[in-house]
């Protein structure tokens, strides 16, 4: 520690780091933390937001402990403690981290808050919120899902995790597997079951389009529903059977056929 004590008045940020690591109040190793990620130490960014979980548990505790034995002045400590650290997520833009912090410290404007802000603006999320996110979403954890389709919410609800799903495992998070083939699965088997519907034939056609939708890729049978949905008038259909005629994909290939289609 005095080592790196030398290093820190130098301003190097591995020593800050490695300072941080050594420091055994996890509340006083914050600072060196953000020192280090701030100047992008690799690992610095995992290490400040464990560090910052560990304490929001701690803090949690106390709070549920001096709720329960009615000691408001210590109740209202710790759960000070826990709206700072959840401010804190955010402005490292870990959104859905601070709305679940936000939520057990009984602030549900700002968990809602963050909530809204993360659907609204998914591509800024890293794979790690978007995952959460789809949590929420999948459990119906107090969000108000709001839409203008004509599906029900719950069903929306659904679709819009296992997109969100998607998106994580896109950028590399792994653990989005399970749920993105869960969902997808379950999605799949609602949309077979209502299989009348336009819409729903080319969301299936779709769904053997993509093998992370929990279905093998098979060309022949997306090109069978877009063909059937198309036949109702239903436009994404018709502009995606065109598709599969002008690339010969499930079809044979029929430039003049699909230009009709367009």
Request: glycine letters at 4%.
């Amino acid at each position: 520690k005095q080592c790196y004590s030398i290093a820190m008045k130098k301003g190097d940020p591995l020593a800050y780091f490695k300072y941080a690591q050594l420091t055994e109040d996890r509340e006083d190793s914050l600072n060196f933390y953000q020192y280090a990620k701030d100047n992008e130490v690799p690992g610095a960014d995992e290490e400040l937001f464990q560090t910052l979980e560990e304490i929001c548990e701690s803090h949690y505790e106390k709070f549920i402990k001096s709720k329960k034995d009615k000691n408001n002045v210590d109740m209202k400590i710790h759960q000070n403690k826990l709206l700072d650290i959840a401010a804190k997520f955010t402005n490292e833009k870990a959104f859905i981290t601070a709305a679940i912090w936000y939520k057990k410290a009984e602030n549900i404007k700002k968990y809602e808050s963050c909530i809204d802000f993360a659907l609204n603006n998914l591509d800024i999320l890293d794979g790690k919120q978007q995952f959460l996110l789809a949590q929420i979403l999948e459990s119906k954890d107090g969000v108000e899902f709001v839409s203008s389709s004509s599906e029900p919410i719950e069903y929306q609800q659904k679709k819009k995790a296992r997109d969100i799903y998607k998106l994580s495992l896109q950028k590399g998070y792994k653990e989005s597997e399970k749920g993105l083939k869960r969902l997808s699965n379950e999605l799949l088997s609602e949309m077979k079951s209502n299989s009348d519907d336009s819409q729903t034939l080319n969301e299936i056609g779709l769904s053997f389009l993509d093998d992370q939708n929990g279905e093998p890729i098979n060309y022949e049978k997306a090109a069978s529903y877009f063909e059937k949905a198309s036949a109702s008038g239903n436009i994404d259909a018709i502009v995606n059977y065109g598709k599969c005629l002008l690339f010969g994909k499930g079809v044979k290939k029929d430039d003049q056929k699909a230009i009709q289609y367009f």
